[in-house]
């Protein structure tokens, strides 16, 4: 406990960078949120109230819409968007196409509940503009003519879809079922905060209903039940993104396992625990783990420095770089590590790592975040370190041992069992036949 609160003080301290867009923000005060409910579980007084500080110094100007890229109500199609986001369909990630509304202010959301329970005289001010915000993406009411009952849900797949007013090769897609996850905890959290028995009800069951679809449709074990997935693809233990046509084990910013496993982690909550449990994380652990093994890879120091890109110099930056001391590699740079041959894993996604490990082994993972400086934006040490403290006992004769999948190994004879045979009509053994040699449907493995 000592460890967490000295961590707890230092995290609520941290300045934070300047952010414009309604996601980072979002990030970041769902950050100190979650620091603010550990700090009144563990009774320090005094870092709950600097974190509630710091939340409405925040807030307050999106709230008012005295911020530069201020939320605005658009009548055409009933929603909350941002300023710039109506610009462009690129801004904000689409948010003013109606994109990725759900990630975006389920951060909020969360912040309003835990302001809601820790002052609820502030929450009483600015009550009509946090709910417009949930009623967004959470309306408990169907006959509100300003909003939309749910604007991402899908009732009858029982997930959500994350695209917006966008034409689309897939139909429509979701990457983070965890973001999604967290839309709906949030609204759950506000509607018990303040009282609401209606939203407490409705963002109960669309909480619910996000869980278990996204145990169905992201999260693949081998028992599954049904068998959505070839086994080779289920062999990655996560979807990267799903669409209304397709699915795929990468994500839209690259098919690492720790980017395709931490989008679907974040952010960090007890609701983690729901989605995360043990007999899942441990066939998914030894994927994820597997990137245990590039995790000290490094930039040889030549490159890391500013003075070796040309552009960082030429914005007069000093120290590291191409990567900074979070493994990160800035805008300037004039490479990345896979330009260098190097392969490595930035401190953001290490954290989720470890953060996986805590579930099987959190006296492992407890070690491993304690040594970790760089959590993210929406993350931190003291919620990683509470998360790896909170964790139960390990599972009983469970080896952490970790690997990268042999796909080869996970492709099933069978005709039926490799979907593509399956869809021509085939029968019997395709994968190989009885002679030895694979149909064209067969799945292939490519050496990376």
């Known amino acids: 406990m000592d460890e967490i609160a000295k961590n707890l003080i230092a995290d609520i301290q941290s300045p934070l960078p300047p952010v414009i867009d309604e996601y980072a923000f979002g990030k970041q005060i769902g950050r100190i949120a979650r620091l603010a409910l550990i700090a009144d579980e563990f009774g320090i007084s005094n870092a709950r109230q600097q974190a509630v500080v710091t939340m409405e110094t925040l807030l307050s100007p999106w709230l008012s819409g005295s911020n530069t890229n201020y939320l605005v109500y658009d009548k055409t199609w ?111 959290l506000y509607g018990l905060a303040t009282g609401n028995a209606d939203l407490t009800r409705i963002a109960h069951l669309m909480f619910t209903m996000e ?68 007999q899942y994380v441990m066939q998914q652990w030894p994927v994820l783990g597997s990137r245990l093994n590039a995790i000290h890879n490094t930039v040889p120091d030549q490159y890391r420095k500013c003075s070796a890109s040309k552009d960082c110099a030429a914005l007069g930056l000093v120290g590291n770089c191409c ?82 999948p042999d796909y080869n190994s996970f492709i099933q004879q069978s005709c039926n069992a490799n979907s593509a045979c399956d869809a021509v009509g085939m029968t019997g053994a395709c994968c190989p036949m009885t002679n030895g040699v694979s149909l064209g449907c067969c799945p292939r493995v490519v050496p990376t």
Request: contains cysteine; proline residues 6%.
């Open 323 to 404: 990567p900074n001391n979070e493994n990160v590699f800035l805008q300037c740079c004039n490479y990345t590590a896979e330009s260098l041959g190097v392969d490595l894993v930035q401190d953001e996604w290490r954290a989720f790592i470890y953060v996986d490990h805590a579930v099987v082994d959190r006296d492992a993972a407890w070690e491993e975040i304690r040594v970790t400086n760089g959590f993210g934006p929406g993350n931190s040490k003291t919620n990683c370190l509470y998360w790896a403290a909170s964790r139960p006992a390990p599972p009983i004769n469970y080896s952490t041992t970790v690997q990268k």
């Open 78 to 188: 009933g929603g909350i968007v941002p300023l710039h986001g109506l610009d462009s369909n690129v801004n904000d990630f689409g948010a003013g196409w109606y994109s990725d509304h759900h990630f975006h202010y389920g951060y909020f959301v969360n912040a309003f509940a835990t302001l809601a329970k820790l002052d609820p005289p502030y929450w009483a001010i600015n009550r009509p503009a946090m709910e417009s915000v949930i009623r967004d993406i959470c309306n408990p009411d169907g006959a509100d003519p300003d909003f939309p009952f749910f604007r991402h849900k899908d009732l009858y797949d029982g997930h959500s879809w994350a695209s917006g007013l966008f034409q689309q090769g897939n139909g429509k897609g979701q990457e983070s079922s965890s973001e999604s996850v967290n839309a709906y905890y949030g609204a759950y």
């Open 211 to 278: 869980v278990q679809s996204t145990k169905v449709y992201w999260h693949m074990t081998d028992n599954d039940v049904p068998d959505l997935y070839d086994s080779i693809f289920a062999a990655n233990r996560m979807l990267g993104n799903i669409g209304a046509i397709d699915i795929t084990s990468s994500t839209w910013f690259g098919s690492k396992f720790e980017y395709v496993h931490g989008i679907n982690m974040m952010p960090l909550s007890p609701a983690t625990a729901v989605l995360f449990d043990q």
